[in-house]
């Protein structure tokens, strides 16, 4: 007998971007810059000069909108 599987989309798509996010922060270190510091500077002010564009860092968060990242963040934080 077949089983139906469930995708939860949202949790998918918080994935999604918490691996994105961890790939740009790799490439950010590697380039040696302080990973925290240019997030910061990019999810406050929106300009993706902060991120560095070594390894399509810069695209991969374009690609995200701010907000989807924040709320991200915070689920995470909180366990969600």
Known sequence: MDKTSIFNVAALRQEMILITI?????????????AENQLVGYLLTGDPLYISNFEGARDKMKELKREEILLALINSYEGK
Do not use: A, D, M, Q
């Open 22 to 34: 961890n790939e740009v922060i790799e490439s950010l270190e590697k380039k040696g810059y302080k």
